[in-house]
């Protein structure tokens, strides 16, 4: 059964995401969606996935999270030739490689390009467009690596961290205008993005991070934690002693 989200588009930022695809699977029905991602013309799976879920139309748009300046304008012409936008997902960004980060400033900052610069351009962006049109909701995926960043991924975690304090005051700046953020915070999530990884304790998987999502939007939630049982867990760990925190694994 689908979830109704806020009239518009869906608007998928990151068009192969394994969360996002599966957030799109269940509020597609009726809707027209938009599949932004590199190589566009290769979304053939994840376009046939939104139709199958009962999309009325699926659109596929060529989309680099690194090139900041054709945001505004693909977010705009968006706009122009599908009309109101629903509900965008920022679902994209990389995990990147700490031990090289920690050798090759280039390494560390295009970490921090993708999951926090380029996040928070097009999060200003839409804000503003969604806030034009009275409704819509903001998706943004923080993670606990982000609530206390941890000595072995601390630039991946250092990028979440200011993800997750940036969304956190944008929520604050809509309050009021009937635009609504949700904030994810998710554990490790077994999917491709962490293949060859050993799963940390408390995983979860893709469809289980959508439904945390979807709940969230339902209830207009803040923040969703996935799973929700990480949240009592994160908070009991601001105490624990730095000693002990930074020799924990990733």
């Excluded at 982000?146 to 809509?174: E, H, I, P, Q, W």
């Excluded at 554990?187 to 959508?210: H, K, L, N």
Aim: aromatic share 6%; glycine share 10%.
């Amino acid at each position: 059964m689908g979830v109704r989200v806020d009239e518009g588009a869906i608007v998928l930022l990151g068009g192969r995401s394994e969360i996002g695809l599966e957030i799109v699977r269940r509020c597609a029905a009726g809707r027209v969606v938009i599949l932004a991602a590199r190589r566009s013309d290769e979304l053939a799976r994840e376009r046939a996935a939104a139709e199958d879920a009962g999309a009325a139309a699926v659109h596929c748009v060529e989309f680099d999270a690194d090139d900041l300046a054709a945001h505004q304008p693909l977010l705009e012409k968006i706009a122009a030739e599908h009309g109101r936008i629903g509900a965008a997902v920022l679902a994209f960004g990389v995990l990147g490689d700490q031990a090289r980060a920690e050798q090759d400033p280039a390494a560390a900052v295009a970490v921090l390009q993708t999951d926090f610069v380029a996040q928070v351009g097009l999060l200003t962006i839409l804000a503003n467009m969604l806030r034009a049109q009275g409704s819509g909701h903001l998706v943004v995926f923080s993670s606990v690596a982000g609530f206390r960043v941890r000595r072995a991924n601390y630039v991946y975690g250092s990028g979440k961290a200011g993800l997750d304090g940036f969304a956190t005051g944008l929520a604050d700046a809509l309050h009021g205008t009937g635009v609504h953020l949700l904030l994810v915070r998710s554990g490790f999530v077994i999917g491709r993005m962490t293949e060859g990884m050993d799963p940390a304790p408390f995983s979860v998987r893709p469809g289980q991070v959508a439904d945390a999502v979807l709940a969230g939007l339902r209830a207009r939630r803040e923040i969703a934690w996935a799973p929700a049982m990480m949240r009592p867990i994160y908070f009991v760990s601001r105490f624990v002693p730095r000693a002990i925190w930074r020799r924990l694994p990733r």
